[in-house]
């Protein structure tokens, strides 16, 4: 019988998350309550008898300390109560730990069908709150309608007695699973299916697929099995294979490039190939520490003679605009399967990441979605769950706040991990499939998650109806199975694991069964969440936690016994044949049967118009300024600009201690909270030996030229490893592209041709800037589309389209951990220098966006030059002679001379003439190339010399004091107290820390 238990913090205890609500409740919407408390509820449907439930109240669910509890109601005196529950079929992960527990209680297994169901009780008590604000706080700011349902209740509509009653939000799907044949008799047909069914089949594909089922031969084989046209199983595996998202046919593409200026016109045939694969393959013949490259879920580079590690990046950025907690959550965690699935799995050691949301405190006429405060929220606590949860270190990440970013959100997510370089004596990067190779499902269950939208737009919500187009990542489960495969790894049980994530099985059967020529699954095998799923469902559904692994038939029982023994469900579901076919069985009935070649070849690339317009034809221009009078007071308007100040609410929300391997804090300096450079970290307690890791991005420099803003996006992720000790002859990158739609439509996208030149210049200067660095692009993404309709004030549509924007990710080793520098000044006395040119290159810059202008020009990277003194620095933190090292980034000098006094808790004293033409340039400029050092008076001359010949500079030196002082030609442009500076540079998000 089901039975509600209701759990409590002590009413003398402070409770943190309904403060937390309280708080946003007046930040948000200015509604101010007195105290707010939540009560967790677990409804559970089960068989346990009285004495059970009342021993897991007791002694699971309750600490008899902190926590009351009961299965009568809690709820005491309150103005207004809101209870938040999951739809039915949403992962909930709380419920299903819930149940291991108290199965590890009681000792025995509760029937198939018994689950328990998390949700809260928030009761508020505050006066003057009506009916429409506990709404508006309900929809805006407790629920998100997509994946949860909520209910308002007043104390006159309480019953004390009843309180909640029993809620079950459980899946009832009334459906026999039916495979379903579609007729093509015409192109018009089939394009009607595409519309119909949400396959998004581009119009060049149609025809190739109609043809494929009109060959007489393929006939004749299917009718040999009982198939004729196509099965909607079929269809929707070719319309996920066929993918932007799986098959890059963007990145794949042909361009036809006009230059409008000069009249120049070329064909550009697959930017993949051009401009990542063929300098990248060219690099590994130079790099022999590159150890697997472009073919697997993550690149690997060589750590030391015994371990590799790996690296990727992924983005999640739609999912996290409709539900951002979910969406960023199942984003983190399913990146970290990329490495788990790379060669024969790696552990997981580190996860990034990266936010481009709308101001943070925007109040203008657009209706997003979500409003980017509880956006941004929300994002951040999924990336916090799903490394916090996971045991899994989250040192670094970076957030770039813009208007342009309203339609659609951009969370980028990136994951390190190590892997021995030999498995039983065989190279641990290789695997592969073969005949007879059985295929064994690992981890979570399928139901109805990630399904291309068809639930929601063909199904009316209900009370059992699942909300199948959301996942929500479940960081605990997918922990279990992150540990059991690493020991199966090392027992020699696994031949081939891959991500069942994109396209669920669909694309980690489908891809991998090319290695072994072909595959048989039988769909009726696959583990469902509950039943009524259609084969099409189970074969496309994205939901998590789940990784494909072949298996040898002879590993195949050690394998299981593993699974049970480490509490991982496994299920085989398949094997590996040598036919050439994708064969899928449903209770012995074949629902597809599709030629594995057919997918490689016989598809032409899509085409796209790309026309450059140079910046001085679209009407740039560089704005004509007065010399400002008050560089103090610019200055400490910088500093607290979204874009600049400090973040450090985030960063502290993340665990980047566990697994005890940080070297370089991603929050460094005498407080601990300035952002360090880049972070170094130590996969191997016994050895100095460690990684250190750096991202950057430029979107605004996007607006003037793409080509410029990815130059100065690498050489910015060079100079963070540079700052801290990383070495030039190991620099790994990774490439992850966020993109406005490229395809040219007069109405809905007039500047098509114009984004897709952007597109092809900004990997033009991928492939030149990784050649000239010597950078392997060891992982990458391409998420086009980030476009988004808004409604306006007055119910009017507004098209929003980001920042055409690349977010690099570079990574080297550097072979001894006490070498590494910080960016904080050390001694009083030490001589500050400049080391690089500064131009004036304000273009997209900080201090023209503070004015209300883009400019023209924007910072140019002279690799060749630069790299002369890149190795000199190289050398110079190898010898010893700096006391640090910062890179000089947005902002500009300024602003980074600030961050290095600020992290010092030190003054400065510095001239600043002879370092550009003018003091805006000098103080402004965002040129790339450039380090701020401090050297002690004791290393002073070796460091000149060894310098020698390099654009270097020396400004000034460190004070005892706090002074912040700048000078030109003598006369005082800044002064400012660095105590002062730190707090105009906290005071934006002071409150959330």
Request: aromatic residues 8%.
């Amino acid at each position: 019988m089901p039975a509600r238990l209701e759990i409590m913090l002590r009413p003398e205890l402070p409770d943190a998350e309904g403060e937390s609500i309280r708080r946003k409740a007046k930040e948000y919407f200015g509604l101010e309550f007195s105290q707010v408390r939540v009560i967790q509820v677990l409804t559970l449907d089960t068989d346990l008898s009285q004495q059970e439930l009342e021993a897991i109240r007791c002694e699971v669910f309750t600490n008899p300390v902190t926590e009351l509890s009961s299965y009568r109601p809690l709820a005491g005196s309150f103005d207004w109560a809101v209870w938040v529950g999951l739809r039915p079929g949403v992962r909930d992960n709380p419920g299903a730990t819930a149940v291991e527990a108290i199965q590890a209680f009681i000792g025995r297994l509760l029937a198939p069908e018994a689950a328990v169901y998390a949700s809260k009780l928030i009761l508020f008590v505050g006066n003057g709150i009506s009916q429409a604000d506990m709404a508006t706080i309900a929809q805006q700011l407790l629920a998100n309608d997509i994946i949860q349902q909520f209910r308002i209740f007043s104390p006159s509509g309480w019953d004390s007695e009843v309180g909640l009653g029993i809620i079950i939000p459980k899946v009832q799907l009334d459906h026999q699973p039916t495979v379903t044949t579609l007729s093509i008799d015409s192109l018009e047909t089939l394009k009607r299916l595409s519309a119909e069914r949400h396959l998004a089949l581009q119009e060049q594909d149609a025809p190739i697929i109609r043809e494929y089922y009109l060959r007489p031969e393929v006939q004749v084989r299917r009718a040999a099995l009982g198939l004729g046209p196509p099965t909607d199983v079929e269809l929707e595996y070719l319309a996920q294979a066929r993918s932007d998202h799986c098959n890059h046919n963007t990145f794949r593409g042909m361009f036809d490039y006009h230059d409008l200026a000069s009249g120049e016109r070329l064909t550009v045939n697959n930017l993949f190939k051009t401009c990542i694969e063929q300098p990248t393959l060219a690099l590994a013949q130079q790099k022999p520490w590159v150890a697997s490259v472009l073919w697997d879920n993550a690149g690997a580079g060589s750590f030391d003679e015994e371990w590799n590690y790996v690296i990727t990046g992924e983005t999640h950025n739609s999912p996290s605009n409709m539900e951002a907690y979910g969406g960023s959550l199942t984003g983190i965690v399913g990146v970290y399967r990329d490495p788990l699935g790379t060669g024969r799995a790696a552990k997981l050691i580190a996860g990034l990441y990266g936010f481009c949301v709308g101001p943070r405190d925007y109040q203008g006429p657009l209706r997003p979605h979500l409003h980017p405060r509880r956006l941004l929220d929300g994002v951040i606590e999924g990336v916090k769950d799903g490394g916090n949860k996971s045991g899994i270190p989250t040192p670094l990440g970076t957030v770039y706040f813009n208007e342009c970013y309203l339609g659609k959100c951009l969370v980028f997510v990136a994951a390190i991990g190590f892997m021995p370089k030999q498995v039983k004596g065989t190279d641990a990067t290789q695997k592969t499939t073969s005949p007879g190779d059985l295929i064994f499902m690992c981890g979570g269950r399928v139901g109805k998650d990630g399904i291309h939208g068809v639930t929601a737009s063909s199904e009316v919500f209900g009370a059992h109806t699942p909300a199948g187009h959301v996942q929500i990542g479940d960081p605990y489960t997918q922990k279990k199975m992150h540990d059991f495969l690493l020991e199966a790894r090392d027992l020699g049980y696994i031949a081939f694991i891959t991500d069942c994530g994109g396209g669920g099985l669909s694309s980690a059967v489908g891809e991998s069964a090319r290695f072994a020529g072909g595959c048989e699954v039988w769909l009726d095998k696959v583990p469902l969440k509950y039943q009524g799923l259609d084969q099409w469902e189970i074969w496309i559904s994205e939901s998590q936690e789940r990784m494909v692994v072949a298996v040898r038939p002879e590993h195949a029982p050690d394998f299981q016994r593993l699974a049970a023994k480490q509490a991982v469900e496994v299920t085989n579901i398949g094997r590996y044949t040598d036919t050439g076919v994708l064969h899928l069985l449903y209770a012995g009935q074949s629902c597809a049967y599709i030629d594995l070649k057919f997918l490689e070849s016989d598809f032409p690339p899509w085409r796209f118009e790309a026309d450059w317009t140079p910046p001085e034809q679209r009407g740039l221009t560089e704005p004509v300024l007065g010399e400002p009078t008050d560089h103090t007071r610019i200055l400490r308007t910088l500093l607290a600009r979204p874009n600049i100040c400090s973040r450090e609410w985030i960063v502290r929300q993340y665990d980047h201690e566990v697994q005890g391997n940080s070297v370089i804090k991603p929050l460094v300096g005498k407080s601990a909270d300035i952002p360090s450079d880049a972070v170094v970290i130590r996969p191997r307690p016994d050895s100095n030996r460690a990684l250190a890791v750096s991202m950057a991005l430029h979107p605004a420099y996007g607006q003037v030229d793409a080509y410029h803003m990815t130059a100065a996006s690498i050489d910015e992720a060079v100079r963070r490893l540079l700052a801290v000790g990383g070495r030039l002859d190991h620099l790994g990158g990774v490439d992850n592209f966020c993109w406005p739609s490229i395809r040219f439509d007069p109405e809905k996208n007039p500047d098509g041709r114009f984004k897709a030149a952007q597109l092809v210049r900004a990997n033009w200067a991928l492939r030149d800037y990784c050649l000239a660095y010597g950078i392997p692009l060891l992982s990458g993404k391409d998420s086009m589309y980030i476009d988004g309709h808004l409604p306006g004030k007055f119910g009017e549509t507004h098209k929003i389209s980001g920042f055409p924007t690349l977010l690099f990710t570079a990574v080297s080793v550097i072979p001894d951990a006490t070498q590494c520098l910080t960016l904080d000044l050390k001694e009083p006395g030490d001589y500050i220098y400049l080391l690089g040119e500064t131009r004036p290159e304000l273009g997209g810059s900080e201090f023209y966006e503070l004015l209300g202008y883009v400019g023209l020009r924007v910072p140019q990277t002279q690799a060749g030059d630069f790299l002369t003194y890149y190795q000199k620095v190289e050398a110079c933190i190898e010898a010893g002679l700096l006391a640090s090292c910062h890179g000089i980034y947005r902002g500009g000098l300024a602003v980074h001379l600030a961050m290095a006094a600020m992290a010092g808790e030190l003054g400065l004293e510095v001239e600043l003439a002879a370092a550009a033409g003018s003091a805006i340039a000098a103080l402004y400029s965002e040129s790339t190339g450039r380090f701020l050092v401090s050297v002690a008076p004791g290393d002073q001359a070796r460091f000149e010399a060894l310098m020698q010949g390099s654009p270097l500079l020396q400004l000034g030196r460190v004070r005892s004091d706090d002074h912040f002082l700048v000078t030109w030609n003598g006369q005082l442009l800044i002064q400012a107290d660095v105590r002062e500076l730190k707090a105009d540079w906290r005071q934006r998000f002071a409150e959330l820390i």
